[in-house]
């Protein structure tokens, strides 16, 4: 069992944890609560019990870093099946049309490349996304007609669409997607497209950003570290410090980072800030331990202060 992650301090930073098929990614946060001992733990960008791979988790005050690490594209390796359609769209759901109409793989290839870049899709409706107040399962849930499955339409962005392996009615592919796209919505799309319908049987999702689930553990593999802290190189887990690195990061002076622990901005900062051309949101460190988040516009607005900026 891990013993203590650091003596007297609170532990804060970014898990990269390896979900596996079969639980949610609330069971994976309870999960981490437990072994941690600790309950300020949440986590970035929702995998539903079908799909498996990198799940980021922040614990201390890194959930105050959520809405930051949010819109961060992701990468999947999913697999489909042509000549099925569910209510779901995926294989957990229940099967409305079959077809055992063969489909040409340069027919599908074409298909599969008409998808890439933006694209106008619906939401499924068995998702958690909300209209009008209510998300869009519990709507599914009370209408038994299934005379219209599809959710409304949004504009989702696919790029970097590799073909893993393809041998009729399976395929597995890879691909890149923005903030908000749903991969079910791309398969049952396709189905369309080909006129026998498609549905995913399985999904990975494979990077978040610049993290990536070879980096990653499972629960049980974390169970199993010994002595842990963050002064050791763990790939599984990150500083604040290490976890940001890819962003705009500034260093404060020590007056800098004293005004800005009450919300104030400092002449000396802003106009740093300004001369360096930063534009858009700021982590600013000292130490190497976060100190604030800063979003610059026309004007330099304080958005988060961390008051226990512990590594």
Known sequence: MIKNFIANEKLNGVFLIRKEKGVTSHDVVFGLRRILKDKQVGHVGTLDPLAEGLLVCLVGESVKLSDYLMGADKTYRLQMKLGVETDTWDITGKTLKTSDMFVAENEWLEAIESLSGVQKLPIPLYSAKKVDGKKLYEIARKDNTLDNFEGPEKDMKFWDIRVVDMKFPNATVEFSCSKGSFVRSWIYILGKRLGVGATMTGLERIAIGGYRVSDAVTLSELKEKKDFSTNQNSSFFLSPWQALKDRSVLELEFSEAEKLKNGLVSYSLSKRIRDLGFFG?????????????????????????FVNPSH
């Open 281 to 305: 949101e700021i982590f600013c460190f000292f130490n190497r331990q976060l100190r604030g988040i800063l979003s610059v516009s026309d004007t330099i607005e304080v958005k988060r202060i």
